[in-house]
């Protein structure tokens, strides 16, 4: 079953462009709402690195969502939004002092801390500012993710958070400093996780670590569980909002809390990738030894995944319903990594037909380059065509 979309529309427009639907992102930011709503003290802060297009932010925005930032630009473009500050967390291991200052002026809800270096310039910059921080350590709970190894963040080997065997000495270094106060513990195991025992794992780790800080007599008010929910890249039509009530149960069940304790999540792909496709057109289709690529004038340059992560992308032919046929789907850029699909069965195609990749709304867009000297793509939503 092909996506739904106003092929008719799309004719006039230059292509590659990335669409996005905002009825389903609606749809999936409700029934977020909904099931977070569940669980008194649980807070959902998206996670903007997932897709910063200004029109997806203002719909996040209305549905009152928080922000999880990893960068000064991601800082501005939330707060640009509209988002409320006190619902921004700023994650990322290589904070630069400008980016602090920023979240510092803006007052923003938490930093998560991913070394002690970091904690001593913060609280260097909020003296400065005569301000107090509030942060979280992100603590490398050394705990693994059925996903692919790039986007596996929670390992020890990852450069990612602080060492389970330093938690010690950095809960005594934050106690010592004036200007931060510890309100929460961070975590994030890594993203396109569909196997919720992953998160039983996580959940576990947690109850663990909270256990050691209760001993020191230490209760944070916030746990962070990162964001990390993955959605069907196989089947966009037939499950195209993740499954937010088993995931938030899972945590619900799992998660040993303390009284007056909140948790914070941090989804990016699960609210934004099936709701955004990247449209593009056959430039041609041309025959090889053994095989027939369609050429398209969409790229690795406005869709990295498959390049970087070998990610698959279900790819269709809007134009054409003639029979199936098997195509590599390529890109025009000078990389053999410029693949889209290997063997794709793709109703028959030729020159100027339209062509989805689907489920691209998240770390699509945000990820275009300009190599090759390529413009970045556009964004429409459906509202553009009403
Ligand atoms: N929180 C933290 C601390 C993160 O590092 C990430 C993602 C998220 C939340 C959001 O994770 P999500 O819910 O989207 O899985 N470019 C890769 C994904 C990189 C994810 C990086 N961190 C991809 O295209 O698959």
Redesign the pocket.
């Known amino acids: 079953m092909k996506g739904t979309f106003p092929v008719s529309r799309f004719q006039a427009l230059e292509t590659p462009f990335y669409y996005y639907d905002t009825q389903l992102l609606r749809h999936t930011l409700t029934c977020v709402r909904t099931e977070c709503a569940k669980y008194s003290k649980y807070a959902v802060h998206y996670?903007v690195?997932?897709n910063a297009n200004p029109k997806l932010l203002a719909i996040i925005r209305e549905s009152g969502l928080g922000a999880?930032c990893?960068s000064g630009g991601e800082i501005r473009a939330a707060i640009q939004a509209g988002m409320p500050p006190q619902g921004i967390v700023f994650?990322g291991v290589g904070k630069a002092d400008w980016e602090i200052n920023l979240g510092l002026s803006h007052h923003i809800f938490c930093f998560n801390v991913e070394s002690v270096p970091e904690l001593e310039i913060i609280d260097e910059l909020a003296g400065k500012q005569n301000t107090i921080a509030q942060v979280a350590l992100r603590i490398n709970p050394d705990v693994g993710a059925h996903t692919h190894a790039n986007?596996t963040?929670g390992l020890k080997e990852n450069k990612f958070g602080i060492n389970l065997n330093d938690l010690d000495m950095v809960l005594d270094k934050t106690s010592a400093l004036k200007h931060v106060r510890l309100v929460g513990l961070h975590f994030?195991i890594g993203?396109?996780i569909l196997d919720m025992n992953d998160f039983v794992s996580l959940c576990n780790r947690i109850n663990e670590i909270q256990e050691h800080l209760y001993n020191r007599r230490i209760i944070v008010d916030h746990i962070n569980v990162?964001?990390?929910?993955g959605v069907d890249y196989q089947h966009p039509n037939r499950q195209s909002v993740p499954d937010f009530a088993s995931y938030f149960a899972t945590f619900h069940k799992h998660l040993r809390l303390r009284p007056k304790q909140f948790v914070h999540f941090?989804?990016?792909?699960?609210i934004v990738a099936q709701c955004g496709s990247l449209i593009s057109r056959v430039l041609y289709v041309k025959q090889g030894a053994n095989k027939q690529f369609a050429i398209l004038d969409a790229g690795m340059t406005d869709l990295i995944?498959p390049a970087l992560?070998q990610?698959y992308h279900k790819i269709e032919n809007l134009t054409s319903e003639e029979s199936m046929e098997k195509y590599d789907v390529v890109g025009p850029i000078c990389e053999s990594s410029d693949v889209f699909g290997k063997a794709v069965d793709l109703n028959k195609a030729r020159r100027g037909d339209l062509i989805a990749i689907r489920s691209a709304g998240?770390?699509g867009e945000i990820?275009a380059s300009g190599y090759n000297c390529r413009p970045l793509p556009k964004g429409y939503t459906s509202e553009d065509f009403l």
């Open positions: 996670a690195k997932a999880d990893v994650a986007i963040t994030h993203s396109q990162g964001g990390g929910l941090e989804p990016g792909r699960s995944r992560y990610a998240a770390y990820m």
